[in-house]
């Protein structure tokens, strides 16, 4: 039987290295494209020894000839649209760049497979950010967006745009909302790696402080490598629609951080309020965690907590990993590849 193709973009990412691992795991001839890039991006291709197995194509997301270049040079069955300027914080710093990429990018993408390639399945990887300031205690499918970025703003268009095209030209187009995930392979800049990693440094004492933005914040953390199942699955469905991917359980930041440094072994107490609070290490009485007003965000996104039952239901997909084990993946990797 003739094997399945799979175009990913973004593959240089955390989720871009999980998925084209489960999709050459399920005989996938799996197509990983990326903007070019002077700096060696593929680290994660060849921790899970998958480098040489992927074929490797460029693609930046503000350049539509290289996209329809792209579309005419392999007949892909299926498109998993993950690339994206994904952080947050830049998003206030660059916010049009972040539209182009984030949001304009799904456009350029759906368009290009409504001329070229009408019969291939499209993922979009929408976000939770979408709900911002949340309107709904649990956030489901129905529930309305209420973005607090421009990313967010971003990927409320990139959202729109895949539901229109999907009606107005009966394309096979649909949007995973996924809830924040976690691994080893998470960026060094997003708040779970910046703790392990900094943590795991003061330990072996090579960082004596970490600083950290509002900690009180709380999200809902998967795992990775469980929610890459999720986009598959939702790309196998007769119908095109989109589905929440989340845990259904949301924890502080500051949460995460007593769940990591206990792990670690450290014995810890807080003190202070605001910005003077502190972490500190019991056992030299120095401070291993500070508040730093320059990791706050214009506007924050206090809280999301996903109800991912209509994914439970017809995906037959559910998280498995708890926020624990979650800390201890990502800490032993961290320990295990310190050098
Ligand atoms: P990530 O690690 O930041 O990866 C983003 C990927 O997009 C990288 O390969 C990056 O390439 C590429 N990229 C950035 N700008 C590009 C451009 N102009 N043209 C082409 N490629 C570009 O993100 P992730 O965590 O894997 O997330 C994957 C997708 O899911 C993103 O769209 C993100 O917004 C979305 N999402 C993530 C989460 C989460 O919790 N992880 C939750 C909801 C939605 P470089 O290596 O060159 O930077
Ligand atoms: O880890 P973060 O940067 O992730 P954020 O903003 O939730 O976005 C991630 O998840 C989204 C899904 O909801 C994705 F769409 C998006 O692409 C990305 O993957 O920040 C999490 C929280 C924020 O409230 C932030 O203010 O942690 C808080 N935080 C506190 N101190 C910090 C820091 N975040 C970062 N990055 N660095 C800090 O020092």
């Not at 005989?27 to 060849?46: I, T």
């Not at 949301?250 to 107490?269: C, H, M, P, V």
Request: a positive charge; hydrophobic letters at 40%.
């Amino acid at each position: 039987m003739k094997k399945k193709i799979a175009l990913i973009t973004g593959i240089s990412g955390q989720d871009g290295a999980y998925l084209a691992k489960f999709l050459l795991d399920k005989d996938y001839v799996v197509v990983g494209a990326d903007r070019r890039s002077a700096r060696a991006n593929m680290w994660r291709l060849k921790r899970l020894g998958i480098e040489n197995k992927i074929i490797t194509d460029e693609i930046e997301l503000t350049e539509p000839f290289e996209i329809s270049r792209l579309f005419k040079k392999y007949k892909f069955d299926e498109i998993y649209n993950l690339a994206a300027q994904s952080f947050v914080k830049t998003s206030f710093s660059s916010p049009l760049y972040t539209c182009n990429v984030t949001g304009l990018g799904v456009l350029r993408i759906l368009d290009a497979m409504r001329e070229l390639l009408p019969n291939a399945k499209l993922y979009q990887a929408s976000s939770s950010e979408m709900y911002g300031e949340i309107l709904e205690k649990k956030q489901n499918e129905k529930t309305p967006f209420n973005p607090r970025s421009p990313y967010a703003v971003a990927k409320v268009f990139g959202h729109f745009i895949i539901k229109n095209y999907r009606e107005s030209y009966n394309l096979f187009a649909v949007s995973g909302i996924l809830f924040n995930h976690e691994s080893p392979f998470r960026g060094e800049e997003f708040v779970t790696r910046k703790i392990t990693k900094g943590l795991v440094g003061i330990l072996n004492n090579d960082l004596n402080c970490l600083e950290l933005g509002n900690i009180y914040a709380k999200r809902d953390w998967g795992y990775a490598k469980e929610y890459v199942e999720a986009m598959w699955k939702m790309l196998q469905q007769k119908k095109p629609e989109d589905f929440v991917i989340s845990t259904g359980s949301a924890y502080s930041i500051k949460e995460f951080i007593d769940l990591s440094s206990k792990y670690l072994g450290f014995k810890t107490r807080w003190i202070g309020k605001g910005l003077n609070q502190k972490l500190i290490n019991i056992s030299n009485n120095k401070p291993i965690i500070k508040i730093n007003p320059k990791f706050f965000r214009p506007t924050e996104v206090d809280l999301l907590i996903g109800d991912s039952s209509k994914a439970q239901k017809i995906l037959k997909w559910k998280a498995k990993t708890s926020l624990k084990q979650l800390v201890k993946i990502m800490i032993d990797d961290e320990i295990k590849y310190l050098n």
